[in-house]
Protein backbone atom coordinates (compact mmCIF):
# COMPACT_ATOMS: atom_id res chain seq x y z
CA UNK A 1 0.00 0.00 0.00
CA UNK A 2 3.11 2.53 0.91
CA UNK A 3 4.29 1.13 -2.06
CA UNK A 4 1.49 2.30 -4.51
CA UNK A 5 0.79 5.44 -2.54
CA UNK A 6 4.86 6.48 -3.16
CA UNK A 7 4.65 5.92 -7.00
CA UNK A 8 1.15 8.14 -6.99
CA UNK A 9 3.24 10.61 -5.70
CA UNK A 10 5.89 10.46 -8.32
CA UNK A 11 3.23 10.56 -11.13
CA UNK A 12 1.15 13.25 -9.73
CA UNK A 13 4.43 15.24 -8.96
CA UNK A 14 5.53 14.32 -12.85
CA UNK A 15 2.38 15.85 -14.11
CA UNK A 16 2.52 18.96 -11.83
CA UNK A 17 5.83 19.74 -13.30
CA UNK A 18 5.44 18.58 -17.04
CA UNK A 19 1.86 21.17 -16.42
CA UNK A 20 4.04 23.88 -14.77
CA UNK A 21 6.64 23.76 -17.53
CA UNK A 22 3.95 23.64 -20.22
CA UNK A 23 2.77 26.90 -18.52
CA UNK A 24 6.32 28.50 -18.51
CA UNK A 25 7.08 27.33 -22.02
CA UNK A 26 3.66 29.20 -23.14
CA UNK A 27 4.77 32.26 -21.28
CA UNK A 28 7.87 32.09 -22.54
CA UNK A 29 6.18 31.77 -26.56
CA UNK A 30 3.96 34.68 -25.25
CA UNK A 31 6.68 37.18 -24.58
CA UNK A 32 8.60 36.51 -27.64
CA UNK A 33 5.41 36.85 -29.47
CA UNK A 34 5.48 40.58 -27.68
CA UNK A 35 9.10 41.12 -28.87
CA UNK A 36 9.82 43.57 -32.02
CA UNK A 37 13.01 43.07 -34.08
CA UNK A 38 15.64 46.33 -33.71
CA UNK A 39 14.17 46.65 -37.82
CA UNK A 40 10.56 47.32 -35.68
CA UNK A 41 11.87 49.61 -33.71
CA UNK A 42 13.26 51.94 -35.86
CA UNK A 43 10.34 51.94 -38.22
CA UNK A 44 8.03 52.88 -35.04
CA UNK A 45 10.36 55.55 -34.12
CA UNK A 46 10.21 57.55 -37.08
CA UNK A 47 6.49 56.81 -37.68
CA UNK A 48 6.04 58.76 -34.21
CA UNK A 49 7.66 61.94 -35.87
CA UNK A 50 4.20 61.78 -37.72
CA UNK A 51 1.62 60.37 -35.24
CA UNK A 52 3.25 61.73 -31.85
CA UNK A 53 3.30 58.26 -30.12
CA UNK A 54 5.28 57.95 -26.90
CA UNK A 55 6.16 54.71 -26.72
CA UNK A 56 9.03 54.37 -29.29
CA UNK A 57 11.12 56.85 -27.67
CA UNK A 58 11.71 54.32 -25.10
CA UNK A 59 13.79 52.55 -28.24
CA UNK A 60 16.49 55.68 -27.40
CA UNK A 61 19.27 54.35 -24.76
CA UNK A 62 18.44 57.40 -22.34
CA UNK A 63 22.06 57.39 -21.13
CA UNK A 64 23.30 57.24 -24.25
CA UNK A 65 22.07 58.81 -27.84
CA UNK A 66 24.57 60.00 -30.26
CA UNK A 67 23.42 62.22 -32.74
CA UNK A 68 25.50 62.93 -36.19
CA UNK A 69 22.83 65.02 -37.73
CA UNK A 70 24.76 67.94 -37.38
CA UNK A 71 21.81 70.00 -37.03
CA UNK A 72 20.76 68.75 -33.98
CA UNK A 73 21.91 68.25 -30.30
CA UNK A 74 23.45 64.71 -28.51
CA UNK A 75 21.03 62.59 -26.58
CA UNK A 76 17.16 62.65 -25.99
CA UNK A 77 17.22 66.33 -25.39
CA UNK A 78 18.35 66.97 -28.76
CA UNK A 79 15.73 65.06 -30.25
CA UNK A 80 12.79 66.14 -28.32
CA UNK A 81 14.04 69.95 -29.29
CA UNK A 82 13.90 69.15 -32.93
CA UNK A 83 10.64 67.82 -32.64
CA UNK A 84 9.35 70.70 -30.93
CA UNK A 85 10.18 73.21 -33.68
CA UNK A 86 7.99 71.37 -35.84
CA UNK A 87 4.92 73.39 -37.21
CA UNK A 88 1.72 71.40 -35.44
CA UNK A 89 0.76 67.96 -37.92
CA UNK A 90 3.13 69.25 -40.37
CA UNK A 91 5.32 65.76 -40.52
CA UNK A 92 4.51 62.76 -42.90
CA UNK A 93 6.56 59.52 -42.69
CA UNK A 94 6.35 56.87 -44.63
CA UNK A 95 9.41 54.46 -44.83
CA UNK A 96 9.56 52.61 -47.97
CA UNK A 97 12.79 50.16 -47.22
CA UNK A 98 14.42 48.90 -43.92
CA UNK A 99 17.13 46.59 -43.85
CA UNK A 100 19.06 45.28 -40.65
CA UNK A 101 23.00 44.77 -40.62
CA UNK A 102 24.29 43.39 -37.71
CA UNK A 103 23.89 45.87 -34.86
CA UNK A 104 23.08 48.09 -37.24
CA UNK A 105 19.27 49.15 -39.11
CA UNK A 106 19.55 51.28 -42.23
CA UNK A 107 15.78 53.28 -43.68
CA UNK A 108 14.74 54.56 -46.97
CA UNK A 109 12.35 57.51 -45.86
CA UNK A 110 10.03 60.02 -47.93
CA UNK A 111 9.67 62.54 -45.59
CA UNK A 112 7.76 65.31 -44.86
CA UNK A 113 10.14 66.67 -42.25
CA UNK A 114 10.72 70.74 -42.20
CA UNK A 115 9.00 70.64 -45.89
CA UNK A 116 9.59 67.65 -48.40
CA UNK A 117 12.89 65.61 -48.46
CA UNK A 118 14.18 62.42 -49.37
CA UNK A 119 16.17 60.59 -46.47
CA UNK A 120 18.58 57.29 -45.27
CA UNK A 121 18.62 56.84 -41.65
CA UNK A 122 21.04 54.88 -39.86
CA UNK A 123 20.79 53.29 -36.35
CA UNK A 124 23.31 51.23 -34.06
CA UNK A 125 21.82 49.76 -31.76
CA UNK A 126 23.37 47.96 -28.41
CA UNK A 127 21.46 45.65 -25.81
CA UNK A 128 18.38 46.63 -28.30
CA UNK A 129 18.32 49.57 -27.62
CA UNK A 130 19.41 52.94 -29.70
CA UNK A 131 22.44 54.28 -28.93
CA UNK A 132 23.62 55.98 -32.41
CA UNK A 133 22.03 57.71 -35.64
CA UNK A 134 23.54 58.91 -38.75
CA UNK A 135 21.05 60.72 -41.62
CA UNK A 136 21.17 62.30 -45.03
CA UNK A 137 18.67 64.28 -46.28
CA UNK A 138 17.71 65.81 -49.78
CA UNK A 139 15.28 68.19 -50.73
CA UNK A 140 11.83 66.07 -52.75
CA UNK A 141 12.28 66.56 -56.34
CA UNK A 142 8.25 68.04 -57.79
CA UNK A 143 8.86 65.64 -60.89
CA UNK A 144 9.79 62.48 -62.07
CA UNK A 145 13.89 61.93 -63.34
CA UNK A 146 14.18 61.59 -67.01
CA UNK A 147 13.44 57.70 -66.94
CA UNK A 148 9.69 58.22 -65.31
CA UNK A 149 11.49 57.28 -61.70
CA UNK A 150 10.97 59.02 -58.27
CA UNK A 151 13.33 58.50 -55.55
CA UNK A 152 12.53 55.99 -54.01
CA UNK A 153 10.24 53.76 -55.72
CA UNK A 154 11.52 50.46 -57.46
CA UNK A 155 12.37 46.96 -55.85
CA UNK A 156 12.02 46.65 -51.80
CA UNK A 157 11.64 42.94 -51.56
CA UNK A 158 15.36 41.68 -49.46
CA UNK A 159 16.18 38.36 -50.82
CA UNK A 160 19.94 36.86 -51.29
CA UNK A 161 20.50 36.70 -47.78
CA UNK A 162 23.62 34.44 -47.83
CA UNK A 163 25.06 36.56 -50.34
CA UNK A 164 25.39 39.75 -47.98
CA UNK A 165 29.27 39.48 -47.49
CA UNK A 166 29.90 39.25 -51.28
CA UNK A 167 27.25 41.60 -52.27
CA UNK A 168 28.86 44.15 -49.95
CA UNK A 169 32.36 43.66 -51.38
CA UNK A 170 31.25 44.21 -55.16
CA UNK A 171 29.52 47.72 -54.21
CA UNK A 172 32.69 49.09 -51.98
CA UNK A 173 34.85 47.75 -54.66
CA UNK A 174 32.76 49.35 -57.12
CA UNK A 175 32.20 52.95 -55.75
CA UNK A 176 35.89 52.85 -54.57
CA UNK A 177 37.09 51.79 -58.05
CA UNK A 178 34.97 54.54 -60.05
CA UNK A 179 33.74 57.00 -57.96
CA UNK A 180 36.77 57.00 -55.45
CA UNK A 181 39.78 56.50 -57.86
CA UNK A 182 37.96 57.23 -61.12
CA UNK A 183 38.96 53.64 -62.32
CA UNK A 184 37.01 54.25 -65.32
CA UNK A 185 38.11 51.40 -67.37
CA UNK A 186 36.53 48.75 -64.80
CA UNK A 187 33.14 50.37 -65.16
CA UNK A 188 31.50 47.34 -67.40
CA UNK A 189 32.98 44.77 -64.93
CA UNK A 190 30.25 45.99 -62.20
CA UNK A 191 27.09 46.59 -64.15
CA UNK A 192 25.02 43.50 -66.78
CA UNK A 193 25.72 45.86 -70.02
CA UNK A 194 23.20 49.02 -70.25
CA UNK A 195 20.90 47.04 -67.45
CA UNK A 196 20.98 49.84 -64.46
CA UNK A 197 18.01 51.54 -63.04
CA UNK A 198 18.72 55.05 -61.72
CA UNK A 199 16.63 56.60 -59.23
CA UNK A 200 18.94 59.87 -59.37
CA UNK A 201 16.44 63.09 -60.28
CA UNK A 202 18.91 63.89 -62.74
CA UNK A 203 20.06 61.10 -64.40
CA UNK A 204 18.59 58.47 -66.92
CA UNK A 205 18.69 55.00 -67.01
CA UNK A 206 21.74 52.49 -67.58
CA UNK A 207 25.51 53.06 -67.94
CA UNK A 208 24.40 55.32 -71.15
CA UNK A 209 22.13 57.41 -68.99
CA UNK A 210 25.37 58.30 -65.88
CA UNK A 211 27.58 58.89 -68.81
CA UNK A 212 25.32 61.69 -70.64
CA UNK A 213 25.15 62.94 -66.99
CA UNK A 214 29.13 63.33 -65.97
CA UNK A 215 29.46 64.75 -69.56
CA UNK A 216 26.98 67.43 -68.57
CA UNK A 217 28.09 68.14 -65.70
CA UNK A 218 31.71 68.51 -67.04
CA UNK A 219 30.40 70.69 -69.52
CA UNK A 220 28.66 72.94 -66.99
CA UNK A 221 31.96 73.13 -64.49
CA UNK A 222 30.46 71.03 -62.18
CA UNK A 223 32.91 68.54 -60.61
CA UNK A 224 31.30 65.42 -58.11
CA UNK A 225 33.80 63.62 -56.14
CA UNK A 226 34.28 61.11 -53.67
CA UNK A 227 36.99 61.08 -51.34
CA UNK A 228 36.29 58.57 -48.55
CA UNK A 229 33.99 55.54 -47.88
CA UNK A 230 32.94 55.69 -44.15
CA UNK A 231 30.41 52.98 -44.00
CA UNK A 232 29.13 50.15 -45.79
CA UNK A 233 26.21 48.46 -44.48
CA UNK A 234 24.21 45.97 -46.21
CA UNK A 235 21.51 42.81 -46.50
CA UNK A 236 21.04 40.40 -49.04
CA UNK A 237 20.73 42.40 -52.12
CA UNK A 238 20.56 46.03 -51.20
CA UNK A 239 23.75 47.66 -49.89
CA UNK A 240 24.30 51.17 -48.56
CA UNK A 241 27.64 53.29 -48.96
CA UNK A 242 28.30 56.15 -46.82
CA UNK A 243 31.27 58.30 -48.33
CA UNK A 244 32.32 61.62 -48.17
CA UNK A 245 33.67 63.92 -50.75
CA UNK A 246 32.85 67.41 -52.70
CA UNK A 247 29.67 68.13 -55.39
CA UNK A 248 30.06 71.79 -56.87
CA UNK A 249 32.71 72.64 -54.66
CA UNK A 250 30.73 72.63 -51.26
CA UNK A 251 31.82 69.59 -48.99
CA UNK A 252 29.71 66.67 -49.06
CA UNK A 253 27.38 63.61 -47.57
CA UNK A 254 26.91 60.71 -50.48
CA UNK A 255 24.54 58.08 -49.16
CA UNK A 256 24.03 55.76 -52.30
CA UNK A 257 22.32 52.69 -52.00
CA UNK A 258 22.73 49.89 -54.46
CA UNK A 259 20.35 46.58 -55.36
CA UNK A 260 22.64 43.69 -56.57
CA UNK A 261 21.26 41.19 -58.97
CA UNK A 262 23.28 37.96 -60.11
CA UNK A 263 26.67 39.38 -58.56
CA UNK A 264 25.92 42.81 -61.05
CA UNK A 265 24.82 46.21 -59.97
CA UNK A 266 21.38 46.58 -61.22
CA UNK A 267 19.19 49.41 -59.26
CA UNK A 268 20.71 52.63 -57.60
CA UNK A 269 18.88 55.39 -55.13
CA UNK A 270 21.30 57.83 -53.49
CA UNK A 271 20.89 61.21 -51.39
CA UNK A 272 23.53 63.73 -51.78
CA UNK A 273 23.82 66.81 -48.73
CA UNK A 274 25.84 69.58 -48.28
CA UNK A 275 27.45 69.01 -44.55
CA UNK A 276 27.19 72.12 -43.21
CA UNK A 277 29.83 74.49 -41.21
CA UNK A 278 31.22 73.33 -38.71
CA UNK A 279 30.69 76.88 -36.72
CA UNK A 280 26.72 75.68 -36.86
CA UNK A 281 27.51 72.40 -35.56
CA UNK A 282 25.11 71.39 -32.34
CA UNK A 283 27.31 68.23 -31.67
CA UNK A 284 30.77 68.04 -31.87
CA UNK A 285 30.13 63.75 -33.27
CA UNK A 286 30.37 64.86 -37.09
CA UNK A 287 28.90 63.61 -40.15
CA UNK A 288 30.10 60.10 -40.00
Known amino acids: MKQSIFFATIILSI ?5 TSQKNNSTIKKVKKMEISNKEKVISLLK ?7 EPINYINPNKYVQHNLGVADGL ?3 GALLQQLPPNSAKVNTVRAFQDGDFVFTHTDYNFFGPKIGFDVFRFENNKIVEHWDNLQEKPTSLNPSNHTMTDGTTEVIDLEKTAINKTLVKNFVEDILVYGKMDK ?3 YF ?7 HNPKIADGLSGL ?9 QGV ?4 DKVHHVLGEGNF ?3 MSEGSFDNNHTSFYDLFRVENGKIAEHWDVIETIAAKESWKNENGKF
Request: aromatic share 12%; with cysteine.
Open 192 to 198: DDDKYIQ
Open 239 to 241: VLV
Open 15 to 19: GFVSC
Open 211 to 219: GKALEYMAS
Open 48 to 54: SIETGAQ
Open 187 to 189: LQD
Open 223 to 226: IMKY
Open 77 to 79: AGF
